[in-house]
Every structure is written in structure tokens, then in C-alpha cells.
DNA sequence: TCTGGGGTCCTAGGACCC
DNA sequence: TCTGGGGTCCTAGGACCC
């Protein structure tokens, strides 16, 4: 009988280097590109560092960290805003030249890709090494920008992968690391539990409890046993991690689920007629970016985060999808009310979120609600208007045309 | 040090239905 | 009168990622 032959997937993760950086620093060259020692991020008192060059890593500073606290640690740095525009721009332009490789890219975040090449072995006739490399010049050669790839037989190693070859990019190795079939167990083996995606702060808190910080130190332990201490479903997904094990496809295509705005006040506000122009203003914004992004919402979130720190929300699901403003602004006015019932503080964030998508030009899952539209919530009406809104927004730009109750500083 | 903005996924309880 | 079992949907909160 013949060995039936092995086919493991061959997966990349490709992933920019210091991505926003290197943004800001092709967005301005004379300026941000002549500056060593840069941070991109909020610069107001409450901002936090999106992404700092090596430069001032070398000084501490991290993703995440309040910019106030980083410029303790390198007070020469300079701070400029995050490019967003230029940030999504780029973002595309990296997918496109990945796409020329393998159909089967999927966007993990803004700066991150998975290229699955199963069943490119024969078309390329290298190592997955070497189609890697090429990648990587052809993404430099077309948006300037440097990119490391991880490789595997599955998402998680190829993640893992790309860590180490940033790891290794200090030296001056190529930016590209692969991890042989068969060689997943021992590459995982040497890492510590918190490199692991998904191990955050909290659940190695509770690993630590059971005496465990490193990969070698859960490997000693049987699935019964996680099982028994994180609960079946944790227990089992940890048991397979610790080894490499990830059979999760890479997905060309996947919707969004959610749509949202959120902004953290310059002073926390306490006057309601503050927070109600404000929450108008996101729920305008998220509304027009769903409408531009072709989608219709049933489910409304207002978010809000008190001048403690603590985070609530409140929200509410129609019985059909809508897409005007009327229904979005009204729905989110009437929570932001329920919310102020049940604690009225002074408030350093708003945010509003739409869910629950249902793209408009998918007929068969609008019909379905087209038939039962007598309770209709969103009248003809406000869907033209939403309409007219939308040309003026995109002849002039956001804010061409302004609701007189925002001008006027809010409503209700 | 005093904590952004954009997301995804999971859990758990209650309502409701069969 | 003391009481089922399962499925789905909604809501709120929380962990996690970049």
C-alpha cells in the first residue's frame, strides 16, 4: 500500500514594521521622516502611544502607554497625530501586492495579513522560505514599506513565526522566519505562555496560580486536568496551543460585524446637553459610515465611561434592520438617557456602535423583512434624507452639511 | 503612568417558544 | 401544584488584539 502523502497547509502571516511610523514618517518626510526618536499618537493630555520608533523603545516606551508617561522616559521624542487616512490607504496597497501571490488573504488588523499558499508548491517550485522573501521585496518595492512573515502550517504558527522574525531583524537576518512541519511542538516549546495570542494579563494570572509561565510548564499537564481547572472549552484550547495545534482557516472573506465610533473628552463632561450633542454627533458619523460601507443595522450600543473609569453601555435591537439617521439618533438619545438614570457622573468617553449587519444589497435577507414592514420603524421618509445627507457629505466632505441642533450645541 | 480607538469573541442570565 | 428540556434571541459585561 502507498503512504498516502502529507499535504499541511503552508500559511504566512505577514505583518508591518512599526507600520504607523513608517506612515508618518512617508506622509512627511522633512519632518517626522528626519526624527529618531518618534511616537505616534494622541498628543492631547490624555493620548496614549499608537506606535513609537525603535529608537525610543530603546528608552522604554511602548504601545499603550499614556504619551505623558512616555515622554518621561524620552523627553526629547516628538509626538505626531496617527495618519489615518494615509494608515488605510497603505493597508490596502499591502493586501493588493499579497493578492497577487494567493487569492486567500485575510486582513488580521490594519497592518497584518494571512496569505494561505496551500496548493502553490507546484506553481512556485521553491521553498515557502523563498516565496516569503519574495513577498517581502515586492511589498517594499510597492509601498515602501517593511514588512516580517512568519510561516507555518497553521494561523498560529505562522503569528508566532513573524514574532520571532522581528525578533531576529535586530541582526541582520531577513525578516523571515518558517517553522518546518513537524517542528511546531518544539518551536512553541520554548516560549512563554504570555507570547501566546489570546494569553492576556488575566488568564496568565490564573495559569500562574496553577504554577505555570512557560509553554514547558503546561505541557506537563493532560487535557483532563486544564480541562478540570479552566473549564472544558478553555482546557482543551489551551491543551492544543501549548503544542501548536490551530486548525482555523484563513478567510478571504469576512463581513464586519460591527461599526463604531468613540471619543475620550479633552475635560470629562457633565451637562446633558454636552453629552447629547456629542452622542448625536458619533451616531451621525457611524450612520454614515455604514451607509457608505453599504450596510443596514438592527442592534444600537451607546458606550460610556465615567470620569471613574468605569465602562457601561446600554443597548437596543430593532425588529428590522434600519439605515437612517432618525431611528440611530433617537435610539441612541434614549439610551444615553438610561444610562445617565443609572449613573449620573461626569463622563470621559462616548461611543456609539451599530451591529448586527446586514448588507443592503444582499436581497434575500432584506426580503425577508421587506414582508413584514407594517411596524416598519424607518419610513420612506427618513431614508431619503439619509439619501440627500449622504450626496452633500460626499460633495463637501464630512461635516458640509451640519444638523441645526448640533450648531445650536444639542437638543432634548 | 493614569489609562485611545477600532474591532472580535465568549459567557451568563432571562425571556420566550415548543 | 410543584415543575422538563432544549433552542434561540437579547442584553451586559469582560477579555483580548493591534
Known sequence: MPTRQVTHRRILLADADAFYVAIARLVDPDGAGKEPL???????KRGVVT?????????GVRSAMPTAHALRLCPKAVIVPVPREACSQKSREIRKVLQRFSPVVEPASIDEFYVDLTGTERLYRESLAATAARIRARVLESTKLSVSIGGGTSRLIAKLAAEEAKRRRAGDEPGVHIVP???EEEFVGRLDLAQIPMIGPKFQERLARYGMRTVRDALRHDVGVLEEWFGKRTGHWLYNRIRGIDTGPVEARIRSKSISHEETFFDDLTEDDDLNREVLRLAVRVAADMRRKGFLAR?????????????????YTFPQPVSADRPIVETAHRLLRKLRRARRTSARLLGVAVSQLIEARDPSQLALFEESSEGDLETDHDRTIARMVDGINVKFGRGGLRRASELRGGER
Not at 51 to 59: D, G, I, K, L, V
Open 299 to 315: 442592534t444600537v450600543t451607546v458606550k460610556i465611561r465615567d470620569g471613574d473609569f468605569t465602562t457601561r453601555q446600554a443597548g
Open 38 to 44: 518618534l511616537i505616534v499618537g494622541g498628543s492631547s
Open 51 to 59: 506606535s513609537a520608533s525603535y529608537e525610543t523603545r530603546r528608552y
Open 181 to 183: 512541519p513537524g517542528g
